[in-house]
């Protein structure tokens, strides 16, 4: 694995532009997000992808021709078309034999990959996939709303996945409920509301003065919140006894980092070993789907030498939510990337 972050670092206790320094301090103490990375004009998702990959394939002295699978994950592609992964694919060097596609998830979106991926490499011909995974969400939510405005950044992630017995079985949870998609979204830009000068206007939104656009993402933050408290939990324990796992066995837990309290929650809810919680939530914020792939690489580099049995769990918009058991043989993670 490797991963590829910004250099533009945004420290979120002088992120005061628009509220006053008390409540920002207020806000941060809470979330527990002390700084996170923004991509510059003109870099995108796939940018972020592709200094990860090439990293990794250079570390890893792949040979590219042996790469026949490419899916990349994200919710801010660089065009409504062509799909993303196409246009890495070429700019990868991959060969057109390679089999591209994207998937738009959010915060679940790589367990998702993950599994798709896995159930690509059970078939027989195929040698090595690469699963990309980058969002720039700096992008997708208004700086003046402060429900959203400390929570998100942005990053790129590649994994290169071999088929060899030696990695043994894993196990995935994926989850669905489309009844409760209003809680994080974005109203319009896409093809059910199109783009109009009135979507684009920015408008007070509530009662607290938050500003934002209709082309501007936002979460009922309380409402996603009881989402976890009554989702998550329940299918970790599902997907631990559907695998005759015991939690203690395990070595590593990493969840996707909404923020700093909902995780704590989950891993006292779950009585989890400390230790085997990373976070990375304090120094890169909420990354949607790259947070748990980018909190292996930057919490996990060294630590996963010989075989190791992970759990993962991502959860947010859709709703959305996801848990895999993976095991991992002498996982080689690169050097962060800082593009």
């Known amino acids: 694995m490797a ?33 996170r990375r923004f991509a510059e004009e003109g870099t995108c998702a796939s940018d972020l992808c592709y200094h990860a990959a090439e990293k990794l394939i250079a570390d890893l002295n792949i040979d590219k021709s042996e790469i026949d699978v490419l899916v990349f994950v994200s919710q801010t592609a660089d065009y409504r078309m062509p799909a993303t992964s196409i246009t890495l694919q070429h700019r990868l060097g991959l060969n057109k034999s390679t089999l591209a596609f994207d998937v738009s998830l959010g915060c679940s979106g790589f367990v998702y990959g993950l599994s798709i991926v896995y159930g690509f490499m059970q078939q027989q011909g195929l040698r090595k996939a690469l699963l990309l995974d980058g969002e720039t969400r700096s992008r997708v939510y208004s700086p003046k709303d402060r429900k959203t405005a400390f929570l998100f950044g942005d990053g790129g992630i590649a994994a290169v996945i071999d088929r060899d017995e030696a990695y043994g079985p894993s196990w995935f949870s994926l989850n669905s409920d489309g009844s409760k ?98 976070s990375s939530v304090a120094k890169f914020g909420n990354t949607s789907s790259v947070s748990i792939p980018l909190t292996m690489v930057s919490e996990l580099k060294g630590k996963l030498d010989g075989e190791k049995e992970l759990f993962l769990c991502g959860f947010g918009v859709g709703m959305s939510w996801a848990s895999a058991i993976i095991k991992t043989n002498n996982c080689h993670i690169s050097e962060l990337v800082e593009v």
């Open 181 to 278: 998609s209003s809680l994080i979204k974005m109203d319009a830009g896409g093809y059910r509301n199109p783009s109009t000068p009135e979507t684009l206007k920015e408008k007070v939104v509530d009662e607290y003065g938050n500003i934002r656009s209709d082309e501007h993402g936002y979460m009922n933050g309380a409402d996603v919140f009881n989402f976890v408290l009554a989702e998550v939990p329940k299918d970790i324990k599902t997907t631990l006894n559907f695998s005759g796992k015991e939690a203690g066995s395990l070595d590593f837990f990493v969840f996707h980092q909404a923020n700093n309290y909902m995780n704590e929650y989950l891993q006292k809810k779950l009585k989890l070993d400390t230790h085997k919680v990373p």
């Open 3 to 35: 991963a590829a972050v910004p250099q533009n670092t945004i420290k979120n206790y002088e992120y005061t532009q628009y509220f006053p320094a008390e409540d920002v301090k207020d806000i941060v103490d809470k979330v527990g997000i002390v700084e």
